[in-house]
Every structure is written in C-alpha cells, then in structure tokens.
C-alpha cells in the first residue's frame, strides 16, 4: 500500500496579453504561456491548497491533516451525519 496522496493546488494568478481588437485568444495561448512561465520564475503567482485525491481509495478530502486511510473521507462522514439526523 503506497503512503503518498496528491495534494491539489491551483493557479490564482492572471496574466494578460495585449493584442489588437479582434484577435483570435486561441492564437495568443502561447504568448500567455510564457508569460505565465515567466511569471513563476519571478516567484509572482499565487498557488492555492484545494484538496487531496487518495489514488487508492478514490477519496477527495480537504481536511489534509486529520485525513487518514483508516476513516472514511470528510464528505462521507458528513453524509452519514445527516442521514442519521434525518433517520434514512
């Protein structure tokens, strides 16, 4: 059984690119790639935590401190939580 997780971030950074009005943006992906890429070699972007996958059991959890093969994921212990309220 392999011990590791995938701990998910996200970009939150923007970047622009100039062109004239009525330019294809699908022509100007590469230019906003090496922006991007530029950008991150500067250490000017934000990354944000989301979550983390367990490959093995499927689960997504955002509690990455308490989460622990031996529990079953937030999501699931919540759900049970209110199905037992609810009495299903």
């Excluded at 996200?10 to 991007?36: M, N, R």
């Excluded at 991150?40 to 093969?69: H, P, Q």
Aim: glycine share 4%.
């Amino acid at each position: 059984m392999n011990k590791n997780i995938s701990y998910d971030f996200s970009l939150d950074s923007i970047v622009a690119v100039d062109a004239p009005i009525g330019t294809d943006p699908d022509t100007l992906i590469e230019q906003a790639k090496q922006k991007l890429i530029q950008r991150i070699l500067e250490d000017d972007c934000t990354m944000v935590f989301e979550n983390i996958f367990d490959g093995e059991t499927g689960a997504y959890d955002e509690d990455w401190e308490n989460y622990s093969r031996n529990f079953r994921p937030l999501w699931q212990r919540e759900m049970q939580a209110k199905r037992t309220s609810t009495g299903e």
